[in-house]
């Protein structure tokens, strides 16, 4: 009876995961995998005016089907297209981020690359995300991780291709002197801990330097940030990047210029 049981269960998960396999052909395809996290900034807000996406998708965001992919929620490759965290920073009206301009960049830089899977994972929602949400054991730490070695899983022979994880967060911790003082330590520990619960140690790590931030104590926030010294860990600087009228959020613009230096500093990690 167990048996039986059990083979029913292994004939049903194959069923499910030819037809995944089949229906969308892309899973064995996938080369290089890129982890998107952090908060409103990363999972785009590019052309999001009161609240309204203007639907805008500049040029070098348009989609490249079969090139780039990217991870729904419902955790099968799909054709990536703006705005990419559409269903998972689903509390927000998301609008242009850097994932797309980062991929196609890249994919010029480096043509070798393969193709690239795109595993959308901020979080900005109405109130932003602090640092202290993401650390191991909490929701959106769970979520990054399970949706990691999904992608892994899903992608050909299962074998690891997570080339590194697009980190852009901290405008929320600035709000307050003590989130701003503990924060280094807190970064550096989800940094740490995400590459050992991957078991990938030096796993890159591309970080985004606030230009600004929603209260005062922006200085410390990347002081902290440009405090952290770990292997593979690289620092891009937003400062100067445009703004939305709403000056919180990247323009799409910034978006793709953003998305610009992610892809030349990780083309830089060799
Ligand atoms: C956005 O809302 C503000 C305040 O209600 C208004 O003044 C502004 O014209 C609106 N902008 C657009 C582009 O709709
Ligand atoms: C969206 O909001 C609901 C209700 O407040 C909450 O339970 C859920 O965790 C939120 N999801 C995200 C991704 O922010
Ligand atoms: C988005 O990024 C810009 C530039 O770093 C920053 O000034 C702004 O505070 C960020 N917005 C939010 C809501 O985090």
């Known amino acids: 009876m167990f048996a039986f049981v059990w083979l029913m269960l292994l004939a049903y998960a194959q069923l499910v995961s030819t037809e995944t396999f089949?229906?969308?052909?892309?899973?064995?395809?996938v080369r290089s995998i890129f982890l998107?996290?952090?908060q409103s900034n990363m999972s785009g807000r590019g052309g999001v005016i009161n609240g309204t996406w203007d639907g805008v998708v500049p040029l070098r965001c348009q989609p490249k089907p079969s090139k780039i992919l990217r991870l729904s929620a419902g955790l099968s490759w799909v054709e990536a297209q703006e705005?990419?965290?559409?269903?998972?920073?689903?509390?927000?009206?998301?609008?242009?981020?850097p994932g797309m301009v980062f991929a196609s960049s890249l994919l010029n830089l480096?043509?070798?690359?393969?193709?690239?899977?795109?595993v959308p994972c901020a979080v900005g929602s109405r109130m932003g995300t602090k640092i202290s949400e993401w650390g191991r054991g909490t929701y959106l730490?769970?979520?990054?991780?399970?949706r990691a070695k999904a992608a892994a899983a899903l992608q050909a022979g299962g074998r690891f291709r997570i080339r590194a994880l697009l980190w852009y967060q901290g405008e929320s911790d600035t709000n307050n002197p003590e989130d701003a003082s503990l924060y280094k330590t807190r970064l550096e520990r989800f940094f740490t801990d995400l590459r050992a619960d991957l078991k990938l140690p030096a796993l890159p790590i591309i970080q985004v330097a606030l230009a600004s931030g929603q209260g005062p104590y922006i200085d410390a926030v990347r002081q902290a940030?440009?405090?952290?010294?770990?292997?593979?860990?690289?620092?891009i600087d937003a400062k100067g990047l445009p703004m939305e009228p709403d000056n919180l959020h990247l323009s799409s613009l910034a978006q793709v210029q953003l998305g610009d230096k992610?892809?030349?500093a990780f083309a830089a990690t060799g």
């Open 22 to 29: 089949n229906t969308t052909g892309y899973s064995s395809q």
């Open 262 to 264: 992610f892809a030349k």
């Open 36 to 38: 998107l996290a952090g």
């Open 110 to 118: 480096n043509p070798r690359i393969g193709v690239i899977g795109l």
């Open 141 to 146: 730490y769970n979520q990054l991780l399970g």
């Open 225 to 235: 940030q440009f405090g952290v010294h770990l292997r593979n860990l690289k620092i």
């Open 83 to 97: 705005p990419l965290h559409r269903d998972i920073d689903v509390n927000a009206t998301c609008g242009i981020g």
